[in-house]
Each structure stands twice: as structure tokens, then as C-alpha cells.
């Protein structure tokens, strides 16, 4: 027998169960995106190379070690997406949305991503992201609604333990200042940083804030912070979009060494972070407000920001709180002629929205009620050639075991399960029958 061929290291397959939670995660963003009024954008997964070395910036994590290249038989160097935002960018412009929609444009997308990195729980080389990209207004409003989007989504869905950290990074301006003074800070310092902060003080200061080495740690909990050097705009920027946040209630902590990996980013930036179950990997959502990255890409100067959250590691801080769906009729049927009944009832149901299982074997009627039972189905339909004969079908209710006969129809049926208005009917609350909570209700308060 030939050996099975395996996934590739740092990819994974979502099977069922868990499909079923990621259809929830993805149902209950698509819901929050409309009431926030974002629309989805669908960008293509391989774009130039060029996009991302200049989008993302060449001194990043992302650009100088994490990119899946390659050329193509056109001998063009391509590059698979590594993050959304470059590629909404470049759509936004080359589709002319700028001139042609109001602004600022509100856009959503989600899809994989990938990403050269050493694989561990949390963190893969093909992930998956949520994310939002709201372009052409400087407002500190745009930026409070962003991160109240994620938070309203969060809990919605009942995520617990979650942190907002923020931090600005200032803007052309004062950044530069920054630097300096970072740069100048380092130089007296370097001998007790790690190699890696060595290489980023040359080429991308601000990271080596970003550092988890606890003796870099130690070192830059001494550093100068942007907090103190941030110029007038940066400030009141800063201020409003706090001013936002409290007037909903949403707690958050200032993080003077928050930087993030893209160097794209200016004036606010923030994390949604998971204060247990995730280790070290315990950024959920994170994004920023980026000023010059449209710019950048060739475009009209245009303020934008956006956020985006990791699939898998919103899916472990979730595991096991959704439950399958559960089948509303599982439907037994004995006999050449029942079977083709039967498959024709089911047919009949399924149109009008039940859930609907039929046996694929020809089991003994004690291993097909198992076999419900395991579906979790609500009802089960007999139909043998006796019940047949008389054009009815027995109905079985299997959590308070009472049956009844009815007449052999779609109608017949559904008022058997007393159903009396069409559509869908999935009668069973499926967390309830599973001994699963429905997600926890998270007060504001408590994030
Ligand atoms: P990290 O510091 O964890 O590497 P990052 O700064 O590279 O994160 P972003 O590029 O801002 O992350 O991506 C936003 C979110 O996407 C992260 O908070 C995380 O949830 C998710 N993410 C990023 N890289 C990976 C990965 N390799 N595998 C799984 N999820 C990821
Ligand atoms: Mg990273």
C-alpha cells in the first residue's frame, strides 16, 4: 500500500467539529461587519512581490524572513499574501474606490495567509485572518469604532480574559525624534541586547522594543517612551480616541512599548490580547492606523486604519463552546419501496428547511435509533412497507419518547413535530441536548 501523503508542516486542516465553530466565528463577523456597515473586499492570495517589500516595509519580520516567493512561469517574482492590508490596499486604488465610493471606504475581508515561521500552537505557516480596513478619514472616531467593532464582536461570541493595549506611534513629525532618542538610548546599552535587537536597532529601532528576551526586556523597561515625546496632533489624536472608547465602556491599558511588526503603521496602534489559555502566542487582534501606506502604494494621501484577528487563535480561545447542529428528522425506512418514499419525503422536507438524515445502510431498527441518538436528531421517521401501505410514517419524539402515526406527506410530518409555520425548524437547542453552555454573556466590564 502506497504511504498517505501528509499536510505540510505549519498547515492544518479544520475538520467538523471545529469547521463548525469557524462557520460560527465567521457568521457572527459577517453580522457585526453589516451593522458597522463594512463591506467585503476579495483580494486575490498571490500578488508582485514588490507590494509587500514596499507595503510592508523590508526591515519587517514579515519581509526579511517570513515570505513565500517565488517566480512563476512568466519568471515574475510573486509573493503569497502574508497579511491583508497591502493587498486591500492596492485594490482600493487600482479600483478607484477612493473617487467612486464615500469615504471613508469600510471594508472587510478574511482568508488564508501565509507565513514562513517556526510552527507551534498558535502560530502557522498557513493562518487565517478577519480583518477590517477603513480608508480616507484621519477622524479619531474611525479609529475608536474599529477597535469597538472587534470588542463588540469578541464578546459577542463569549471570549473572556481579553486585554485592549494601545499605543501611538506618533506621526512623521514626532517619530523621528523617537527614534533618535531610541537609537541614542541603545548606543550606551548594546552590549546586553540580544543578537537579533542588534540587527533591528540598524534598521528598525522601534522592534526592539518589541522584544521577549527578559534581559532586552529588563533593559527597555528603561527606555525612553513615545508616550513623552509625542507632538501636539499625536496627543489630541490619542486623547479623542480614548475619549470614544470610555464614552462606551471599553477599558483598555496604555502600553508605551506596544510596536507593531509592519512599519506601516502611525498614531495609534493597539492589541486585543488573550490574558490566559494562549501562552506566549497571546495576541488575538491587532491592527493600526496607517497614514502613509496608501501613499506609499502610489496613491492620493490617505489616512486609513484596520485590525486584523487570527482565526486559530480565536478558535482555541473558543474551543468546544459550539455545538454540531442538530438533525431535526432522522429518517429509517425499511423495504425497496419505503426506501424510495422515504428518500422522496426527505427531499420534500429538506426544501422546506428541516435538517434531515437518512440511514445509508441497512441496519436492525435498534442500531439505526443508536445511530439517531448519536446525530443528536430530535425526531425519528419510520417508514416500513405496513406503515406504508396505509400511507402514513410514525414519528418518534426522541426526548420525550412519545410517537405518533400521521399521514405519509411533507405537512403530515411537520405537524407530527408540531411544526406549524414553514422554514427552518432545527427544534432542538443543540448546546442544551449536548450538555454545551451556549457562550457565556461577557459584560463590558469585564474585558
Ligand atoms: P505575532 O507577534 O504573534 O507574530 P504579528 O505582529 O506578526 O503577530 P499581525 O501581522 O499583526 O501579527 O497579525 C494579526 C494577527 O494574526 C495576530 O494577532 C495573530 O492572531 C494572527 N497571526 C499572525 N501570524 C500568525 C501565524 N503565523 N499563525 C497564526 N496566526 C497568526
Ligand atoms: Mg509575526
Redesign the pocket.
Known amino acids: 500500500m502506497a504511504s498517505p501523503i501528509t499536510a505540510q508542516r505549519g498547515t492544518h486542516d479544520v475538520l467538523p467539529p471545529e469547521s463548525t465553530l469557524w462557520q460560527h466565528i465567521e457568521e457572527r463577523s459577517r453580522h457585526f461587519f453589516e451593522n458597522y456597515r463594512y463591506q467585503e473586499i476579495r483580494t486575490p492570495i498571490f500578488e508582485a512581490t514588490e507590494l509587500f517589500t514596499r507595503g510592508v516595509g523590508e526591515a519587517t519580520?514579515?519581509v526579511s524572513k517570513e515570505m513565500y516567493t517565488f517566480t512563476d512561469r512568466g519568471e515574475r517574482s510573486l509573493t503569497l499574501r502574508p497579511?491583508g492590508t497591502a493587498g486591500v490596499v492596492r485594490a482600493y486604488l487600482q479600483g478607484k474606490l477612493g473617487s467612486s465610493r464615500p469615504l471613508p471606504v469600510k471594508l472587510w475581508y478574511g482568508g488564508a495567509?501565509f507565513?514562513y515561521?517556526r510552527p507551534q500552537a498558535?502560530?502557522?505557516?498557513q493562518?487565517h485572518?478577519i480583518g477590517v480596513e477603513a480608508l480616507g478619514s484621519a477622524e479619531p472616531k474611525l479609529d475608536a469604532e474599529v477597535i469597538t467593532l472587534a470588542i463588540d464582536l469578541f464578546h459577542d461570541l463569549g471570549v473572556e480574559g481579553l486585554e485592549v493595549q494601545l499605543n501611538s506611534l506618533g506621526c512623521s513629525e514626532c517619530r523621528p525624534l523617537y527614534r533618535e532618542k531610541l537609537v541614542e538610548f541603545f548606543e550606551s546599552r548594546k552590549s546586553g541586547y540580544c543578537e537579533t535587537c542588534l540587527d533591528r536597532m540598524a534598521g528598525n529601532p522601534l522592534r526592539v522594543l518589541d522584544c521577549k528576551v527578559p534581559a532586552c526586556r529588563e533593559i527597555n523597561a528603561g527606555a525612553p517612551s513615545l508616550q513623552d515625546v509625542l507632538c501636539e496632533g499625536c496627543h489630541e489624536h490619542q486623547g479623542a480616541v480614548l475619549g470614544y472608547l470610555d464614552a462606551v465602556g471599553i477599558r483598555y491599558s496604555l502600553n508605551p512599548r506596544l510596536v507593531?511588526?509592519?512599519d506601516y503603521y502611525t498614531r495609534t496602534v493597539f492589541?486585543i490580547v488573550a490574558t490566559e489559555k494562549l501562552g506566549s502566542?497571546n495576541?488575538?487582534?491587532?491592527?493600526g492606523r496607517y497614514d502613509g501606506l496608501v501613499e506609499e502604494l502610489g496613491g492620493p494621501p490617505t489616512p486609513a486604519v484596520g485590525w486584523?484577528?487570527?482565526m486559530?487563535?480565536?478558535a482555541i480561545l473558543l474551543a468546544d463552546s459550539v455545538a454540531e447542529t442538530a438533525v431535526d428528522l432522522y429518517l429509517v425506512t425499511m423495504g425497496a419501496e419505503a426506501d424510495r418514499a422515504g428518500f422522496k419525503l426527505a427531499h420534500d422536507l429538506r426544501r422546506e428547511g428541516l435538517s434531515v438524515e437518512l440511514s445509508y445502510a441497512k441496519r436492525k431498527l435498534d442500531k439505526q435509533f443508536a445511530q439517531a441518538e448519536r446525530l443528536k436528531a430530535s425526531h425519528i421517521g419510520i417508514l416500513g412497507d405496513s406503515e406504508l401501505a396505509e400511507g402514513q410514517i410514525r414519528i418518534k419524539n426522541l426526548s420525550n419518547r412519545s410517537e405518533k402515526l400521521v399521514p405519509l406527506s411533507a405537512e403530515g410530518v411537520r405537524s407530527g413535530m408540531q411544526l406549524t409555520e414553514a422554514g427552518g425548524a432545527h427544534l432542538s437547542n443543540p448546546a442544551e441536548e449536548s450538555g454545551l453552555q451556549p457562550p457565556p454573556v461577557v459584560h463590558r466590564g469585564d474585558m
Open positions: 519580520d514579515i497579511e495567509m507565513r515561521e498558535g502560530r502557522q505557516r493562518f485572518q507593531r511588526g509592519l492589541e502566542q495576541t488575538v487582534c491587532a491592527g486584523a484577528f487570527g486559530e487563535r480565536l
